[in-house]
Nanobody, 123 residues
Framework: QVQLVESGGGLVQPGGSLRLSCTASGFTLDSYTVGWFRQAPGKEREGVASISNDDGDSYYLDSLKGRFTISRDNAKNTVSLQMNSLKPEDTAVYYC????????????????WGQGTQVTVSS
C-alpha cells in the first residue's frame, strides 16, 4: 500500500523549532519529488517547500526562505522539514505528498497525501 506518513508536529512557542518527517511506505521515495504543504483554518492549502528526487534542487515559499529547510534521506525513505524561528502564522496542519515532476507548485499536481501533522505556534 502506497502511503506517506507525517510526524513531528506539536505545540511550540514563538521562536522555537520543530522538525517534521515524511516517511514513505509501499514505494521508494527516491523516484519522486516530495512537497510539503500546509493548511490553516479557513485558508487554502499552500506549498511550503519541495525537493527534487535526483540532485536535491529545492523550492521554498518566499516568505519562509531562511527559516525552513527541506532535506531528504533516500536510504531511510524520508523527507524532513526543519522549521526554525517559528511564528504564530506558521500554525497549520502540515502535509507531505509526492510528484513525478519537479517545479510544480500546485497541490493538484501531487498525490499520495499523508494525513497531516498539526503544528501550533503559541505562547
Amino acid at each position: 500500500q502506497v502511503q506517506l506518513v507525517e510526524s513531528g508536529g506539536g505545540l511550540v512557542q514563538p521562536g522555537g523549532s520543530l522538525r517534521l518527517s515524511c516517511t514513505a511506505s509501499g514505494f521508494t521515495l527516491d523516484s519522486y519529488t516530495v512537497g510539503w504543504f500546509r493548511q490553516a483554518p479557513g485558508k487554502e492549502r499552500e506549498g511550503v517547500a519541495s525537493i527534487s528526487n535526483d540532485d536535491g534542487d529545492s523550492y521554498y515559499l518566499d516568505s519562509l526562505k531562511g527559516r525552513f529547510t527541506i532535506s531528504r534521506d533516500n536510504a531511510k525513505n524520508t523527507v524532513s522539514l526543519q522549521m526554525n524561528s517559528l511564528k504564530p502564522e506558521d500554525t497549520a496542519v502540515y502535509y507531505c505528498a509526492r510528484n513525478r515532476a519537479y517545479g510544480q507548485k500546485s497541490a493538484s499536481d501531487y498525490d499520495s497525501w499523508g494525513q497531516g501533522t498539526q503544528v501550533t505556534v503559541s505562547s
